[in-house]
């Protein structure tokens, strides 16, 4: 097999879009991706190609596991949903009051929604952390818990690149009184038939691709404002964010990174997954969330110059708002998802009730979507 056997279909009228994936590992780097549409809850589109490791020995299938890194918040927050659905959680009311150790350090007013919108101030661990920490479920949670916000919660907009998954999920635990896996397992994964899941061990598939940097830079889609942020200030709230502990940055094909639970980052899915997630929430009447909610999912509920992405961006509930960048031009005026650094995406636009997924094993320096998603959805749309 070579890197250029594309493998997959496309529905009659969709056929451009093999040209345009296949020029993703032409001339924007690819070396092994998938990308899946559904549309009025068929998949229409499931497309990959590459191998699973760098050596190229493995092929890359369609239900192949990578990680997605951040895209993992959004299958998070739909749990968060699915637990207000419940009548579990009220997105209003004091974290605390399901979990009183979250109370310290001034977090006491805090509420799940201020999680969901990244207006929390919990971006990051104030004091130096050990390396091994985010392996450890509990004892991540409990650090989380007696962290004091970087600033008055409520007051800016600042997204939380790692400790969105260990607040959030701490807090769903012990709201609904399950585990985490097992929210996901009875929620999603057994409804919708997905692959993957947090972690990358004990799933469905088993095929797991290693990922890594692509080998030539893509031209970024805007400024890579956090780079710089990081380098001006090595202590401060962006740095601190994104590399402490080191850990968080390093050793994503390991089997300790593989084997935890870090629902914020680790989250290891096929394009499929992605798909079939947002398909779901893009129909009229979606099977794993109320409409209502969906709804609330996608309704604007802060917006401005994040503090720690160094740009302009909307959150609903939990879920990036579609933007008017290029590198966030997901679906229509109603669109929602969730980019992954490095460049996976996974998105709903519910007007044309249509999911999309794309995950790629070779990963790009842009946190929100780059060349090859970018140059996928304007096909997809261009045909549409």
């Known amino acids: 097999m070579t890197l250029m056997e594309i493998h997959g279909f496309c529905a009659p009228g969709f056929e451009p879009l093999y040209d345009t994936f296949a020029e993703n590992f032409r001339h924007c780097g690819d070396t092994g991706a998938a990308f899946a549409v559904r549309q009025h809850g068929e998949l229409i589109i499931s497309l990959w190609a590459g191998s699973v490791d760098r050596e190229s020995r493995e092929p890359y299938t369609e239900d192949t596991l990578a990680n997605v890194f951040s895209s993992s918040k959004g299958v998070l927050a739909l749990l968060a949903l699915q637990q207000v659905a419940a009548c579990e959680l009220d997105l209003d009311r004091p974290v605390a009051d399901y979990w009183p150790e979250f109370a310290a350090a001034g977090k006491e007013a805090v509420t799940p929604r201020q999680l969901l919108c990244h207006r929390a101030g919990l971006i990051a661990f104030r004091e130096k952390v050990a390396d091994d920490l985010i392996y450890d479920w509990a004892a991540a949670c409990a650090q989380v818990a007696a962290t004091e916000p970087w600033w008055t919660p409520g007051s800016r907009q600042g997204y939380s690149p790692f400790l969105f998954g260990w607040s959030l999920g701490g ?160 679906g229509g005026p109603r669109g929602f998802g969730h980019p992954g650094a490095g460049g996976s995406v996974g998105f709903a636009d519910p007007e044309r009730e249509l999911g999309c997924g794309y995950v790629t094993t070779r990963l790009g320096q842009s946190l929100f979507m780059d060349r090859r998603s970018a140059n996928l959805v304007e096909q997809l749309y261009g045909v549409l």
């Not at 290693?210 to 962006?238: F, M, Q, S, W």
């Not at 050793?251 to 779901?280: C, K, M």
């Open 171 to 330: 807090l769903l635990e012990r709201a609904s009184g399950q585990s985490l896996p097992e929210l996901y397992r009875q929620g999603l994964a057994e409804p919708l038939g997905l692959d993957g899941g947090f972690g990358a061990l004990g799933h469905k598939s088993t095929r797991i691709a290693d990922v890594g940097p692509l080998k030539k830079p893509l031209p970024e889609l805007r400024e890579n404002a956090v780079g710089r942020a990081i380098k001006e200030e090595r202590g401060g709230p962006v740095a601190m964010a994104f590399t402490n502990p080191v850990s968080l940055m390093m050793g994503t094909n390991s089997r300790e990174w593989r084997g935890a639970v870090i629902p914020a980052a680790n989250g290891h899915f096929s394009a499929r997954d992605l798909a079939a997630i947002y398909g779901d929430l893009a129909l009229d009447a979606p099977s794993c969330l109320p409409a209502e909610l969906v709804r609330e999912a996608g309704r604007k509920q802060s917006r401005g110059q994040d503090a720690i992405l160094q740009a302009d961006v909307g959150f609903g509930a939990g879920f990036v708002l579609r933007g008017s960048s290029a590198d966030l031009r997901f």
